[in-house]
């Protein structure tokens, strides 16, 4: 599947989801120097491969009639600064509500360490501005996942498909918290509980085969 045939299936999957609505949201996947992006204005579930435009890493547009999400400078700040070549940003209703009162997300489930552990939340800016991206490249320092104040969140992965599942990952995370903080006091993981995690995923135990 073509990098802009990714677009339209991931972008589909994020409405029917519910993770984004209307025009909102925006995915992109990198290839070397070049990024294809969804564009602005088109609900993502309505998308073509040929709307989807492709600019380069500096911002230069490339290929296609339609202009860039109007996040882009966001994806291309994150770009430069991590390992991503794919990246997913939604206004998924937990995560923003996350986004909305908190400082940061922390880890109640392990499943948490996927993403970095702690979720941090940018400081806010307004949409599409530098300020913004260089909010979201901070808080995305050394973690898979960022969300942004009173904004959504935003996920990198390797893949498009590593990307997307981190997003609803985040947004499953997000659900979990704040349901938890309506029945009670949700147990925030330790480090040490943490460490354990990952040492017990380092090792996992073989189970001897039967003669
Ligand atoms: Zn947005």
């Not at 972008?11 to 120097?33: D, F, H, K, W």
Request: hydrophobic letters at 40%.
């Amino acid at each position: 599947m073509s990098l802009r045939e990714q677009l339209c299936d991931y972008g589909r999957r994020a409405v029917e989801l519910g993770l984004v609505i209307g025009t909102s949201g925006n995915l992109s996947v990198r290839e070397g120097e070049l990024v294809a992006v969804t564009p602005s204005g088109v609900a993502l579930d309505r998308l073509t491969p040929e709307m989807c435009p492709v600019v380069d890493v500096e911002g230069h547009l490339v290929e296609g009639e339609l202009q860039p999400s109007s996040e882009t400078p966001m994806h291309l700040a994150v770009y430069q600064t991590t390992d991503a070549q794919a990246i997913v940003h939604t206004h998924s209703v937990f995560g923003t509500v996350v986004a909305t009162t908190m400082t940061e997300l922390p880890p109640v489930h392990y499943n948490a360490l996927l993403l970095g552990g702690t979720v941090r939340v940018a400081a806010y800016a307004t949409y599409g501005t530098p300020e913004l991206a260089a909010n979201v490249r901070a808080a995305m320092e050394g973690k898979r996942a960022a969300l942004m104040a009173n904004h959504g969140g935003v996920t990198i992965g390797a893949t498009l498909e590593e990307a997307f599942e981190s997003t609803r990952l985040l947004e499953w995370l997000c659900e979990v918290y704040v349901r938890g903080l309506s029945v009670g006091k949700p147990a925030i993981l330790t480090d040490e509980q943490l460490n354990a995690v990952i040492e017990r995923a380092l090792n996992p135990p073989v189970f001897p085969r039967r003669l």
